[in-house]
């Protein structure tokens, strides 16, 4: 159960760091603006959601 916590933790954590970086955007000038800190929450939101649904899958197997 604290595997799930965690997890949890860090996608709340992903959410308001992708918040962040999009503010930081400089929406005149898009060429100049840190994609990177965005594209690599959304893929960190996404493994988190993937693990968290691997472990469901392995609880539902072990009961």
């Known amino acids: ?29 898009l060429k100049k603006g840190p994609f990177a800190g965005v594209v690599s929450n959304i893929l960190l939101i996404l493994a988190m959601l993937l693990t968290i649904r691997d472990i469901k899958k392995k609880e539902q197997e072990n009961k």
């Open 1 to 29: 159960m604290t595997k799930k916590y965690f997890i949890y933790f860090i996608i709340i954590a992903g959410i308001v760091l992708m918040i962040y970086n999009i503010s930081e955007l400089d929406f005149d000038n």
